[in-house]
């Protein structure tokens, strides 16, 4: 009779044994990570978390984004849609009054996937404001004429005289005062980097 107690209970501490090493191992596979190699070129397709600008972001400043188009290598999904990235601004000019485009440059400098953050090199977002000659020329050369047929008919040719350059100084002030041509992107703008070298992320089988 003790002979078969005792041979119960070993019986039972061994089937607990081996299911806790069961247990073990399946928990163990379940969270295997699997190194996958994310080749470059790679696009990153991102929403902005909050606005950005020419004239008001400076450069070395930080921006946060959210990955919005998973990253599928060989059929896996290695950096998920609603991913966490950062970024950095790597130039911001404001635009000139009367001359000077506004310039914005951006890239992507990590990735976080399942809570471990991954540095990464992009491609950089760039954009530049446009030209500043053509509208101004319009504006000033508008105002001399508008200037000059007003002094016209007030004071005949004398006042022409007078009202072109009148007139051109009302025009270059328009074009001073209107002329400024900044880059804002507003929150929630999607932009597409590309990786300029590849990536390891691990990733769970």
């Known amino acids: 009779m003790q002979f078969a107690k005792r041979n119960f209970m ?14 073990l191992a399946a928990h163990k596979e379940m969270n295997r990570v699997t190194p996958v190699a994310v080749p470059e070129a790679t696009a990153l397709r991102v929403s902005l978390d909050q606005a950005i600008s020419s004239n008001q972001s400076r450069p070395g400043e930080h921006f946060e984004a959210t990955v919005v188009d998973p990253v599928v290598v060989d059929g896996k999904t290695v950096i998920p849609q609603g991913a966490r990235a950062e970024g950095v601004v790597v130039d911001a000019r404001p635009s000139g009054h009367l001359r000077g485009r506004a310039e914005l440059r951006l890239v992507l400098d990590s990735v976080d996937v399942n809570g471990t953050s991954y540095d990464v ?6 954009d530049r404001g446009r030209n500043h000659k053509k509208r101004n020329w319009a504006l000033i050369g508008g105002g001399a004429g508008g200037g000059a047929l007003i002094g016209a008919l007030a004071g005949g040719g004398k006042g022409a005289l007078i009202g072109g350059p009148v007139g051109a100084g009302a025009g270059t002030a328009v074009a001073f005062f209107t002329g400024r041509k900044d880059i804002h992107l507003p929150a929630e703008t999607r932009i597409t980097f590309r990786l300029a070298e590849p990536i390891t ?3 769970k089988t």
């Open 201 to 203: 992320v691990n990733t």
């Open 10 to 23: 070993f019986i039972s501490a061994l089937a607990l044994l081996l299911a806790g090493s069961i247990a």
């Open 121 to 126: 090199r992009t491609t950089s977002f760039n």
